[in-house]
């Protein structure tokens, strides 16, 4: 949900400026306001690609440059539908363009896409410089519509589109999609993990900002009459970028202090007769800012307001009764707490058989055959460097050069991306977990569960695996329940088989062992089949109907918990010996 009371506070503000800047600023400052506003709109495809999606594109003004053609090609050609409708068409036009460009991010990403980016504004730049824009050899000017043809009346429609457009991301932002740019932008492995298609995200991502931008180029058309090569050069792109870094695009207050520092801080200045090096101080105050910070100045800001949201509401709860720590249970009474083996179906849920994985001479895994049948909890152990996380890797398709088969109930996934495997019920966590600190708790378990949860399965969900309320940000969230979260988003999805990597990590003894505890009863609780990596000897007790072990890529045992655990074999792999018992 937006935050209605902040978008009123908005909507009272544009509409203030609206009355204010055409009735009381001199022209020529009006005629500013314009630039800036028409400027902020250009900033939020920046907030789009840069800020959500997390992709350094350069050319944005070259898609701007689209827009500004094809609205001045059509009021040339006096084609029907006017300036609005001529608006969105220039905006439309740029789509293609841009994933086009967006193509090459599906392979490469950082600065080399960046250099491709950068590529394509440095062409665009030699083609416009060498073709004149629709009408500038006809010297016939664009025509505003009635309403909106003095620099006042444009004014407010640039205002406008500037609020449509930022309602419109504001509401698409909470759309999986939207939301699976910060996804993205964080992690693209762990994106895919929760069956998000990487490759359509992005290319999304570069169809939704070029489209922005190329409105934004069609209303630099409408103020200007004409344009020129100049007003869309490469150089242009490259500064809006780094007002993109430093201050966030992708929130409405940013991009408008984006279109202000960005196309006409210099002019300000100027008028004020302050000296010009006061703007480059302000700058390089930011990019200090953003440096120390790691974040744009209005996510800081809004990081804080969300943050003091979320502990005035933990403040606002009733305390809950404190658990006695649990001590560690004895390796002799430690077998009562191994759940009951699931029950035999007539098909395993997960049944991998010759899985074997080299890098160059080094044999990883070597025809590894390991079942998690259904409605159980499968463990797999072993010693750092055994293979586990090799094997999670390859089973969900991070890995695709492996041998062997790997069937989800039956039906083969060795063909499929990782994004495929995860849709179809094979989700998986990751050793180490990246979410978006922006996201709340709710927000991360609809993108985990792939669709709309209802507040009462969200909660039952948090409350099972002991994290804070979903309105809590991950941004204050520890560590622990970080991974606690990230379970938690796995089993949303309820898919067949969930994958967890070692998901106890950062929890104390007594904690780890709840889990363990949590875990045994998910299959019956959530319907969901679990393999379990983890090194914790108790929690896979706690947790654990039958265990598989790994050691240098090969499996040393396979069977009930005690009785693996139990192995003298087991027990050399972990301690060197087999005279302790494992506990």
Known sequence: MIDKRSWGIALAVAAAACVIVPNVLPPYWVYLAITAVVSSVIMQSYGVIVGRAG??????????????????????ADAPGGFIVWLVIGGLAAVPVGVAI???ALRIRGVNLAVVTFGFAVAADIVLNANQFPGTTELKTLQRPGLFHTNGGYFVLAVIVFMALSIGLALFNRTRLGMSWLEIRYSERAAAAHGISVARSKLAAFALSAFIAGIGGGLMAGQLGLVVSSNFAMGQSLALFAVAILIGPHNPEGALMGGIFGAVMATILEKLRLPQDLGGILFGLSAIFALR???????????????????????????????????????????????????????????????????GEVLALDSIDLTVPSGGVVGLIGPNGAGKSTFIAAVSGFLHAYEGTVELEGRSLDKLSPSSRASN????????????????????????????????????????FGCPPGEVPVSIVDVGSRRLLDVAAAIAARPKVALLDEPAAGQSAAESLKLGQRLAEVPSRFGVSILLVEHDM??????????????????????????????????????GTADVPLV
Not at 57 to 71: K, P, T
Not at 432 to 445: F, G, S
Request: glycine share 6%; with cysteine.
């Open 102 to 104: 967006g193509l090459p």
């Open 425 to 464: 019920g094979l989700r998986r966590t990751f050793q180490t977990t990246v979410i978006a600190p922006e996201l709340t708790q709710y927000e991360y378990l609809s993108i985990g569960a792939n669709r709309k949860l209802s507040k009462q399965e969200a909660d039952e969900l948090l409350d099972f």
């Open 293 to 359: 910070s790691g974040v744009s100045q209005t996510d800081f800001t809004r990081a804080r307001k969300r943050e003091a949201a979320a502990r005035k509401l933990l403040e606002s709860l009733p305390d809950k009764p404190k658990e006695e720590p649990k001590a560690a249970v004895p390796a002799t009474e430690s077998t009562s707490l191994v759940p009951p083996p699931a029950p035999a179906g007539d098909q395993p849920a997960l049944d991998v058989r010759g899985l074997t994985v080299r890098y």
């Open 538 to 575: 108790e929690l896979v007790r706690a947790a654990c109907a039958q265990v598989t072990v790994l050691d240098f890529g090969h499996v040393i045992a396979s069977g009930t918990t005690q009785e693996v655990l139990d192995d003298p074999a087991v027990m050399a792999a972990y301690l």
């Open 55 to 76: 992709v350094m594109s350069l050319c944005q003004m070259s898609f701007a440059a689209i827009g500004a053609w094809v609205v001045l090609r059509l009021n040339l």
